[in-house]
């Protein structure tokens, strides 16, 4: 009887548990239930995930809306881990100013707080990625995007275009769009130049630690 009793509150437990997960699974976003790689993406309004992978010890700035960031890239989809761009693979960095709307929104948003050296993965949905339209035929519409980075440098206005990368750029070596097309004519910050730097509304936003924190979220 003993034995029966016990084999009984055994099977009894392991139904409770079994219909608990499934009504965590029924009541679970698709942003949480989705994997890198399982053939699925994030919910497009999902929020951006940052993982940081690397942080030097010493970082005496950060990057903040207006700076030009000179970085490298890995891109991959979120779904199925296959690349379809890399800085890396061309061997010639990217460069472009944060937050000014001048790339995806995941971009303005998860390279902002950066230590030069820094390394992150950005795991970015639909929403701030490039939406329902997509860049096909590699990239399709709603697709959830993947973002190996490493800040290089922070640099100044000067740097930026003395450096020819935002000309080759904006020349047409950019096949995902991550820029929109913009007309350099002019000096920086004028009438053919960027807008004004939009504050420090991020300033420091990514300070949380010491580089150890794995895809948190804004």
Same mark, same amino acid.
């Given at each position: 009887m003993i034995y029966t009793r016990t084999r009984n509150s055994n099977n009894k437990?392991? @139904?409770? !548990? #079994?219909?608990?997960?499934?009504?965590?699974?029924?009541?679970?976003?698709?942003?949480?239930? *989705?994997?890198?790689?399982? +053939? @699925?993406?994030?919910a497009n309004d999902a929020p951006i995930r940052i993982g940081v992978k690397h942080r030097p =010890?010493?970082?005496?700035?950060? /990057?903040? @809306?207006?700076?030009?960031?000179?970085? #490298?890239?890995?891109? @991959?989809?979120? /779904?199925?881990?296959?690349?379809?761009d890399s800085s890396r693979d061309r061997g010639e960095?990217?460069?472009? =100013?944060?937050?000014?709307? !001048?790339?995806? *929104?995941?971009?303005? !948003?998860?390279?902002?707080?950066?230590c030069e050296g820094e390394k992150r993965r950005l795991t970015i949905p639909s929403d701030l990625g490039y939406g329902e339209t997509g860049s096909p035929p590699t990239i399709k519409g709603g697709a959830s995007l993947v973002f190996e980075v490493e800040l290089l440098r922070i640099l100044s206005e000067e740097e930026?275009?003395? /450096? +020819?990368?935002?000309?080759?750029?904006y020349g047409g070596s950019d096949p995902y769009g991550m820029y929109d097309m913009y007309d350099f004519g002019g000096s920086f910050g004028g009438e053919d130049g960027f807008p004004g730097t939009g504050g420090d509304m991020y300033e420091d936003a990514f300070g949380l630690g010491d580089g150890d924190m794995e895809d948190w979220e804004l």
């Open positions: 437990m392991k @139904t409770a !548990q #079994h219909l608990l997960t499934l009504l965590i699974g029924a009541a679970a976003p698709n942003c949480l239930l *989705a994997k890198y790689g399982d +053939g @699925t993406d994030l =010890p010493e970082c005496p700035r950060k /990057s903040t @809306t207006g700076d030009f960031l000179e970085v #490298h890239y890995v891109g @991959t989809l979120y /779904s199925d881990k296959e690349q379809f960095p990217f460069v472009f =100013p944060v937050g000014q709307g !001048q790339v995806i *929104a995941g971009w303005d !948003q998860g390279m902002l707080g950066m930026a275009a003395a /450096s +020819g990368m935002l000309n080759d750029m």
